[in-house]
């Protein structure tokens, strides 16, 4: 492999180019299951640093590993764009295509999200002591089923795209994510127009799902709706 790092000015750059021989996950810890990887890491980052991160990563000849089989996985590509009031960050591959836009700090993420929900539930009364800038983003993802999920989960004989939208403001205390899926047959049951949203107003989460048709065997449950609210009294 080969690895280069420039220290100089405000931000570092690094170039990397990484041949993966062979990861044994289960021996790092990571899972029970006996997975390996194997594969190539190529990345050019002009500035590397993660709450400005301006670059491009790429994942190729990947060979997933999981309990004696192995899965060939299409090339993984990540690229970002950072400037000091906009961030967007691109996630493509076979299977998952995702992407995040918006003013945020990678490494204050995880502490904006746990402050945010706890004021909406809270059980356990613990409370963020660190401080964080504002996060505002919007985000998507859609899952399909290519032939790398085809072959990890055969069972899976039929899905359209499974979609994920939404949005997230540290200042105004608000998440709005909705699920949908159109069509999902796994294993003999039938998945038909789900939508499944989650959204926050007045200190209280809020939740709705319709489930257009579920099928197994000879059961059959039709237009189920489900709705509620999460709040922290």
Do not use: C
């Not at 990571?30 to 790429?58: C, M, R, V, W």
């Amino acid at each position: 492999g080969d690895f280069k790092a420039d220290m100089r000015g405000q931000y570092p750059s690094v170039d990397i180019l990484m041949n993966v021989d062979s990861i044994n996950l289960k021996n790092l810890g990571f899972t029970p299951n006996e997975i390996k990887y194997h594969g190539q890491i190529q990345g050019e980052f002009s500035t590397a640093d993660p709450d400005f991160l301006n670059g491009h990563l790429f994942v190729i000849n990947s060979l997933l590993s999981y309990n004696g089989n192995t899965f060939p996985i299409d090339s993984i590509s990540l690229t970002a764009e950072a400037t000091e009031s906009f961030k967007i960050m691109n996630l493509e591959s076979e299977f998952l295509n995702a992407h995040v836009v918006g003013d945020y700090k990678l490494t204050e993420l995880p502490i904006a999200i746990q402050d945010v929900l706890g004021d909406y539930y809270n059980p356990e009364r613990t409370s963020i002591t660190k401080q964080y800038s504002p996060q505002s983003f919007e985000f998507s993802a859609t899952l399909v089923r290519s032939p790398f999920v085809r072959d990890l989960l055969p069972e899976l004989t039929e899905m359209q795209p499974i979609n994920l939208d939404g949005n997230f403001n540290s200042t105004d205390k608000s998440i709005n994510a909705r699920l949908a899926a159109q069509h999902v047959l796994y294993n003999g049951m039938l998945i038909d127009t789900v939508i499944f949203d989650l959204n926050t107003a007045d200190s209280t989460i809020f939740y709705a799902g319709r489930i257009g048709e579920v099928k197994v065997s000879s059961i059959q449950v039709i237009n189920t709706l489900i709705s509620g609210t999460v709040k922290d009294n």
